[in-house]
Nanobody
Framework: QVSLVESGGGSVQAGGSLRLSCLVS????????MAWFRQAPGEEREVVAA???????SYDYSVGGRFLISQDNAKTTLYLLMNTLKPEDTAMYYC??????????????????WGQGTQVTVSS
């Protein structure tokens, strides 16, 4: 069983920054993909950024160059540093994990572990 607990959300003005954290615990396999998703009201949950067990990262085009996904050395905490935030970044942000290393072809339904979410609100 894997547990994911997000923190770090809040309200900021456009142009500001936030860093989200996701505390990871439980039985993590040596091969995995971890990701940040977000869901705005009335919208589908979409992937924002992902990182695999080899450290390879990928980003949605809408956040490329502004967001940075990373892990601590112990791989117990997943981070999402969000810079130059825009009102359209407002959403509930979730971390997710799957015990397969392939992030590129991963679908939302293939992530078996989810956190409870943390709200990010960006005002103009």
């Amino acid at each position: 069983q894997v547990s994911l607990v997000e923190s770090g959300g809040g309200s900021v003005q456009a142009g500001g920054s936030l860093r989200l954290s996701c505390l990871v615990s439980g039985e993590i396999s040596s091969q995995y993909c971890m990701a940040w998703f977000r869901q705005a009201p009335g919208e589908e949950r979409e992937v924002v950024a992902a990182i695999d067990s080899d450290g390879r990262t990928s980003y949605d085009y809408s956040v490329g160059g502004r967001f940075l996904i990373s892990q601590d050395n112990a791989k117990t905490t997943l981070y999402l540093l969000m810079n130059t935030l825009k009102p359209e970044d407002t959403a509930m942000y979730y971390c997710a994990a799957r015990m397969q290393a392939d992030c590129v072809s991963a679908t939302r339904s293939s992530f078996g572990y989810w956190g409870q979410g943390t709200q990010v609100t960006v005002s103009s």
